[in-house]
């Protein structure tokens, strides 16, 4: 018999990883934008890099922000659900049998085997196999603000650092289209640590990661020269 324990998953890693791969791609594609869009305008290189390192702090803390209450808000949803089913539990155990046996039946087990499957589950814990297979609520995909939070800030700092480096680094005369083409490679890039972090197809994700970085930053690039050119 297959040991489960010895097969690798990845839903454990949904939760960081969901916030990494934004935090890191806000961090990228933003810094990236606003520094093209200063940097079309003809604005002065220790003020693009000021404005940047003002985004990096701004956003990183955004992030952060937002996360944590975004995550909050679906961690205290599935805390009520939770509250609620154990309420349910206790005023009407045979009710919440039945239903248990009924969404084991619309999987494919027959009425027995179901009931059976149900009365197991139940008399093992009966608020996980109600949260897992009513609420779908898993332990693997819980909400965690706190790990959300400082995941997404740490990976936006570290993403609108490689930007900043590159203004700061590349000769004036080349950093429009420097900053243009090292962001796209580091948007490809992240798609495919992303996707071979998450166990998916690396090609798809790098592709999607990078033409919508791309895009931002053609429409950013393109406003800034216009208004660089207006003002």
């Known amino acids: 018999m297959p040991d489960h324990r010895s097969e690798k998953h990845f839903n454990g890693r949904i939760g960081w990883l969901r916030a990494a791969v934004l935090g890191a791609n806000d961090g990228i ?19 693009m890099l ?14 952060a922000a937002g996360e944590y209450v975004s995550v ?8 009520a659900e939770l509250d609620r089913e ?18 084991y039946v619309a999987r494919g087990l027959t009425p027995d085997l179901a009931r059976q499957v149900a009365q197991q589950l139940m008399a093992h814990d009966a608020l996980s196999a109600h949260a897992r297979d009513e609420l ?12 959300a939070a400082i995941t997404s800030a740490i990976t936006f700092s570290l993403g609108a650092a490689l930007p900043l480096l590159t203004a700061l680094l590349v000769p004036a005369t080349i950093l429009v289209p420097a900053l243009g083409l090292t962001s796209l490679l580091f948007l490809v890039g992240l798609g495919t640590v992303a996707a071979k972090a998450g166990g998916a197809p690396l090609l798809p994700a790098a592709l999607r990661v ?15 020269d216009f208004f660089g050119t207006m003002i």
Do not use: Y
């Open 29 to 47: 594609i933003s810094t990236a934008c606003l520094l093209l869009g200063v940097a079309s305008a003809n604005l002065a290189r220790n003020e």
């Open 50 to 63: 000021l404005t940047g390192i003002a985004a990096l702090v701004a956003g990183a803390m955004s992030m």
């Open 72 to 79: 909050s808000s679906q961690a205290d949803t599935e805390q």
């Open 86 to 103: 154990q309420q349910e539990l206790l005023d009407k155990p045979d009710a919440e049998h039945r239903e248990l046996a009924s969404i």
């Open 136 to 147: 779908g609520i898993h332990e693997a995909s819980a909400a965690r603000p706190v790990q």
């Open 210 to 224: 990078g033409f919508w970085g791309a895009l931002a930053m053609i429409v950013t690039s393109v406003i800034g």
